[in-house]
């Protein structure tokens, strides 16, 4: 007696569905081919599957592994479905070593990791520590290794969220002289921010995490008032805040929270009288247990050549 046959429904929520199904679905007709006595039929961004109950079963794991190493990994190649394939028995993570000096397996094939000393001493102090302060100037990583760093803990489903702020000093924190909407006004202060967030997550997937808040980009004025809760958060452009404004922004912390402070002590923008809340904040909490700080430095800078020299020549000046 034959067993009833019944149908399940996968849909691909958040993923690239040629990157996911692979060209002219081959992903999925690699999965169907391995279980003849099932159906298996990809529309839009849905699976669905007709077959045995103990074989939907097997079937819908395989995807489920699929659809997690793709999520972790950034893509799935023919070679990934037949592995996952050839390992059913096996946990997935069997199929592909991952790397530990890798952050996050970003999107068009980057693989984003530390690339100096003081950037994995940074990693390594954000493994350890509730919250860094990562101090350097330009060129030197600071920004798009913190975001790696909250990235991978998003991933790692560590936190429930990321919030990502810098201070306007630049226009002004009320940037009321600015035109256009608030989005307008603050998205120049944010674009690097954006654009660390482009190598790290899949477009579609980016544009969810941010319309559903999981990723939230806003100027340090909307943090007042705020606890954050199971959340990354990564405080940029540090040393443009004001004492007062600082304090605020380390009293947001709340339960399973981690925070970033990253910011250049050459640059800056706050009046001539005005102290930098980010020197201040060094000074005062450097011996606290629970705190670290990283110092990056011209020895760091991963842009063109010339920036080192450039940073460098600047230093000298100074002294």
Do not use: W
């Not at 520590?129 to 489903?157: C, E, M, Q, S, W």
């Not at 990321?162 to 307008?184: M, S």
């Not at 009288?273 to 990283?294: T, Y």
Request: aromatic share 6%; glycine share 6%.
């Amino acid at each position: 007696m034959h067993e009833d046959l019944v149908e399940k429904v996968i849909t691909l929520d958040n993923v690239s569905l040629i990157d996911f199904l692979g060209v002219e679905n081959n992903n999925i007709k690699e999965v169907a081919a391995a279980f003849p006595m099932s159906r298996i039929i990809s529309r839009g961004n849905e699976i669905r599957i007709k077959g045995t109950t103990p074989e939907i079963t097997r079937i819908t794991d395989i995807l489920d592994s699929l659809i997690e190493h793709y999520q972790r990994y950034g893509k799935l190649t023919h070679e990934n479905v037949k592995s996952f394939l050839k390992n059913t028995e096996r946990d997935a993570t069997a199929v592909v070593q991952p790397d530990d000096n890798v952050l996050v397996y970003g999107t068009k094939g980057v693989i984003v990791r530390a690339k100096t000393a003081n950037q994995q001493k940074l990693v390594d102090a954000s493994e350890k520590f509730d919250l860094v302060f990562a101090i350097g100037p330009a060129g030197t990583g600071k920004t798009y290794t913190a975001v790696a760093i909250a990235v991978r803990a998003l991933k790692n489903k560590e936190v429930k969220k990321i919030i990502i702020t810098r201070p306007a000093v630049e226009a002004g924190e009320n940037l009321g002289f600015l035109p256009g909407d608030l989005k307008e006004k603050i998205d120049p202060y944010l674009r690097p921010i954006y654009d660390a967030l482009d190598d790290m997550i899949p477009a579609e997937k980016l544009k969810t995490y941010i319309e559903n808040r999981t990723i939230e980009i806003a100027p340090l004025a909307y943090m007042r008032g705020r606890t954050l809760n199971n959340a990354f958060i990564l405080l940029d452009e540090a040393q443009n805040t004001t004492p007062m404004q600082m304090k605020m922004f380390l009293t947001r912390m709340g339960p399973n929270s981690q925070a970033i402070i990253t910011g250049d002590r050459s640059q800056i923008d706050l009046p001539k009288n005005q102290r930098s809340g980010l020197i201040e904040a060094v000074d005062l909490l450097r011996d606290i247990k629970g705190i670290a700080c990283v110092e990056l430095d011209g020895s760091d800078v991963v842009r063109h050549r010339l920036v080192k020299e450039i940073i460098t020549a600047y230093e000298r000046a100074e002294k």
